[in-house]
C-alpha cells in the first residue's frame, strides 16, 4: 500500500491500428501493461478494446481500436514509457494524463430567500366597487367609439 502512496496516478489512452482482431488488440494492450510494469508501473484499472469510429483520419485510418490503462507510476519513469509509446508502430496515437487527486467539497448549506413582502390585500366589497367602476368606464369608451365611428 505505501508503494500506491509514493506514486502518482495516471491514464493512458490509445488508439491501436484498426487492422488487429480482438485477441490480437488485446494482446497487444497486454504488451502495454508489460512496459507500465517493466518502468516500475503498477495497473489499477483497464477497458476492454473496443473497435469505433475516429472522428477524423489519424494516419490515413478512419476506424481504430481503442483501449485506456489507469496506473501508478514513478514520476520519473513517464517520459521512458511516452518514448516506448511514440516508437511503437501499432499505436496510431496515445495520451498519458496525470489524474488529479479526488477531492470532496463540503456542500455549503442553502440559502434561504428572503421573504416576499406581502401585497396590501383589498377586502372583497373594495374590489367589487373598483370592478363596477372600471365596468362604467368600459362602456363609456366603447359609446364614444361608436359615435366616432358612425360620424365617419
Known amino acids: 500500500m505505501e508503494e500506491i502512496i509514493q506514486r502518482q496516478q ?4 490509445f488508439h ?15 504488451e502495454i501493461e508489460e512496459l507500465i510494469s517493466k518502468n516500475d508501473g503498477l495497473i489499477s484499472r483497464y477497458s476492454e478494446i473496443k473497435k469505433i ?5 489519424i494516419k490515413k485510418e478512419r476506424f481504430s481500436n481503442f483501449g485506456y490503462i489507469e496506473f501508478f ?5 513517464i517520459e521512458r514509457i511516452n518514448k516506448n509509446l511514440r516508437t511503437n508502430e501499432n499505436i496510431l496515437r496515445h495520451l498519458v494524463v496525470k489524474k488529479e487527486k479526488e477531492r470532496t467539497v463540503k456542500p455549503k ?3 434561504l430567500a428572503a421573504p416576499m413582502p406581502e401585497t396590501p390585500r383589498v377586502s372583497d366589497e373594495a374590489s367589487g366597487k373598483e370592478t363596477e367602476e372600471k365596468g362604467k368606464k368600459t362602456e363609456e369608451l366603447d359609446k364614444k367609439i361608436e359615435e366616432i365611428l358612425q360620424k365617419i
Request: zero cysteines; charged letters at 35%.
Open 10 to 13: 495516471y491514464e493512458l489512452a
Open 53 to 57: 469510429k475516429l472522428a477524423y483520419p
Open 109 to 111: 448549506p442553502a440559502k
Open 16 to 30: 491501436l491500428l484498426p487492422s488487429f482482431t480482438e485477441t490480437e488488440a488485446e494482446e497487444k494492450r497486454r
Open 73 to 77: 507510476a514513478p514520476k520519473t519513469t
